[in-house]
């Protein structure tokens, strides 16, 4: 008989690009996209790329679902891998202004998103800087905000969030230059709950989400918080990013965004991590407000899956002749759930939201492992 395989995507255009990694779909709010497979050079498409000496580069299949992607190879002791540095919106001069889009736009918030994985058997925990949003004052580089997003928490192997602030708390830009560390408010590292970077779970594709909102002048109603895997890891609520320093209409807003590869102590061995599907919008990316669907799937004979909006569960079509053994559920700390399962049916009615991955044993000794998103 032949093989059956039933995927039921729900393409709702705020994760057609998550999950597609399709540049040329549809995507509500966009600002900026590239998941690499357009050939167009990435001098024509940044204001800065840094490619380290071909470290950083376009390849083909590393990309997710085996599309290109920009490999990273860190050599045994090199802190810097290479970068890329996205401009958008009002920028202070022409270098900083070079290929960016919206250039008569001011964006007081922004959502950007990019997915990220780390070889099989990568060691270390994680190489510090990631990716960052930034509001670039002036020509000389001054930073009005930075929103990092690097590693962090025990063994270094999770994300964490870490806002800074160029401005002070009467409203004056204090920062003279990029990274000036002297002249930055600390507004509060927070780490997330997801061992990106361990050992355990290298070789996996991770969608890293962040988002930032400029505070009301005057208030403290700042926001910065980011996902992964579509789960929450942290969030701060009451930032005050520049006081009032954003009264005055000709003083920059968020305008660039930068992708990372720079480790602080330098890579222990020589070893690759992949990052593929950049996005910068206005509106949420990834598929945490979307509703459930499976993600991945792997061909089985005589056997489907696919989501059920209606018992909020997941269906599994098993004929006879394909027995199941035993189903497993694990969220992405490894965590195992017991489900209840009624014959074709897997009820996961009583999960939190988040991404999960399911092992299906059967009886014959076979696995199938898929993964899907609750997000009710």
């Known amino acids: 008989m032949r093989i059956i395989i039933l995927l039921l995507l729900l393409t709702f255009t705020s994760n057609l690009f998550a999950q ?43 990309g997710r679902n085996g599309s290109k992607g920009m490999r990273v190879l860190w050599q045994k002791g090199e802190v810097g891998a290479g970068g890329l540095s996205k401009s958008f919106g009002k920028t202070p001069n022409t270098y900083i202004g070079k290929n960016a889009v919206m250039k008569d736009s001011s964006f007081k918030e922004i959502y950007w998103h990019l997915d990220v994985r780390h070889q099989k058997g990568w060691t270390g925990g994680g190489p510090d800087k990631l990716t960052r949003a930034l509001v670039l004052a002036n020509s000389n580089w001054a930073t009005g905000m930075m929103a990092h997003l690097w590693s962090g928490g025990k063994n270094n192997v999770y994300l964490g969030m870490d806002p800074a602030s160029g401005v002070t708390v009467d409203g004056t830009l204090k920062t003279t230059k990029y990274n000036d560390f002297d002249n930055l408010r600390w507004l509060g590292f927070k780490v997330g709950s997801i061992d990106m970077f361990s050992t355990e779970n290298s070789g996996r ?81 990834g598929s945490h407000e979307t509703p459930l669907f499976i993600e991945e799937v792997k061909k089985e004979k005589e056997l489907e899956i696919y989501p059920s909006q209606a018992n909020n569960g997941i269906i599994i079509f098993n004929p006879q002749s394909l027995a199941i053994d035993k189903v497993e559920v694990y969220d992405m700390n490894g965590k195992s759930y017991s489900i209840e399962r009624q014959v074709d049916l897997l009820d996961i009615s009583s999960l939190s939201k988040g991404r999960y991955f399911v092992k299906i044993i059967l009886y014959n000794g076979k696995e199938i492992n898929s993964s899907f998103i609750k997000v009710n």
């Open 20 to 62: 597609n990694s399709d540049c040329s779909s549809t995507i509500t709010g966009v600002i900026f996209c590239d998941d690499f497979d357009n050939n167009l050079p990435l001098a024509s498409k940044y204001f800065e790329y840094n490619s380290n000496n071909n470290d950083f580069i376009v390849m083909d299949s590393v």
């Open 205 to 285: 594709w991770f969608c890293v989400e962040g988002h930032v909102k400029l505070n009301t002048p005057g208030a403290n109603d700042g926001v910065f918080e980011f996902w992964v895997n579509d789960t929450l890891q942290a969030g701060s609520y009451n930032l005050n990013w520049h006081s009032t320093w954003n009264n005055d209409k000709n003083n920059m807003n968020i305008n660039a965004i930068f992708f990372e590869n720079y480790w602080n102590n330098g890579s222990s061995v020589q070893q690759e991590r992949y990052i593929d599907n950049l996005l910068i919008s206005t509106k949420p990316i």
